[in-house]
């Protein structure tokens, strides 16, 4: 999707109220700054904790997300005005991404989609594939696999990248879940993933909870250390690597 020039202004603004700090012109723009894959912008910094999210590729009706983008971008239009003129604004970049994430968040937990890591051998799948690297090229703080989409907390060691890990996340479930569930030659996962790094350990908290809490509130299970798919379960440090 080409950018107009106003929703260029928007990107620009967003971008500004994202970066913080002096930028490295000889850094490495993976490693820190922001950058684009697909629809969402991307904050890198390094030494940092990230909340990422990725969902099956049927999880959420482009009509959806495209209502919730709009109603994301007619908010940050209003913001842009605002400060443009100078004036109070009634909301904040992180207020109306928050509630982005908030919507497309209660609309995975509906159950969208054909749910294919309801079935226990594939969110086994999913499951190892985020402890299999841990310790080695992240520390996994927190997880979660629900029917349709993963919740994962991940601090990279300096080299890795977390787009980089998230793709070999996606990568090893895909390919053997494809074989087992004898689909075709269509997408696994939605291409696009969420990642929000993770600013302060009061944030880091409220998502923590709301990750352990996520099974509960969809309804899967009564209490979170209930759910075997997540690092909540109580099992979990018996069975860790």
């Given amino acids: 999707m080409h950018p107009t020039s106003e929703t260029a202004g928007l990107d620009r603004a967003r971008h500004e109220l994202r970066a913080n700090g002096v930028k490295?012109?000889?850094?490495?723009?993976l490693?820190?700054?922001?950058?684009?894959?697909?629809?969402?912008?991307?904050?890198?910094?390094?030494?940092?904790?990230?909340?990422v999210t990725f969902r099956l590729a049927d999880s959420l009706p482009r009509e959806v997300l495209l209502r919730y983008e709009g109603e994301r971008a007619e908010r940050l239009k209003a913001l842009l005005a605002a400060r443009r003129h100078s004036r109070v604004a009634a909301d904040t970049e992180e207020t109306i991404n928050r509630d982005?994430?908030?919507k497309v968040e209660r609309y995975l937990d509906q159950g969208a989609g054909e749910c294919h890591l309801?079935?226990?051998?594939i969110a086994d799948l999913a499951a190892g594939a985020l402890k299999f690297f841990h310790e080695q090229r992240y520390l996994l703080r927190?997880?979660?696999?629900?029917?349709?989409?993963v919740h994962v907390i991940v601090w990279p060691m300096p080299n890795p990248l977390v787009g980089e890990i998230v793709k070999s996340w996606k990568q090893f479930a895909s390919l053997r879940a494809k074989r087992?569930?004898?689909?075709?030659?269509?997408?696994?996962?939605q291409p696009e993933a969420y990642d929000h790094w993770i600013r302060d350990d009061?944030?880091?908290?409220?998502i923590a909870r709301?990750?352990?809490?996520n099974p509960v509130k969809a309804g899967l299970c009564a209490q979170p250390d209930d759910w075997r798919w997540s690092s909540a379960w109580r099992g979990e440090s018996a069975a860790s690597p």
Avoid: C, Q, T
Avoid at 142 to 149: A, C, K, R, S
Avoid at 180 to 189: C, K, N, P, T
Avoid at 202 to 206: D, V, W, Y
């Fill in 100 to 102: 982005f994430r908030r």
């Fill in 202 to 206: 009061e944030e880091r908290a409220r």
């Fill in 118 to 121: 309801r079935r226990p051998e």
């Fill in 31 to 51: 490693r820190s700054g922001v950058h684009s894959r697909g629809y969402l912008p991307h904050v890198k910094r390094e030494g940092v904790e990230y909340f």
């Fill in 210 to 213: 709301y990750i352990r809490g």
């Fill in 180 to 189: 087992m569930l004898r689909l075709g030659e269509g997408r696994f996962w």
């Fill in 142 to 149: 927190e997880w979660v696999v629900m029917p349709n989409h």
């Fill in 24 to 29: 490295d012109a000889s850094a490495n723009r």
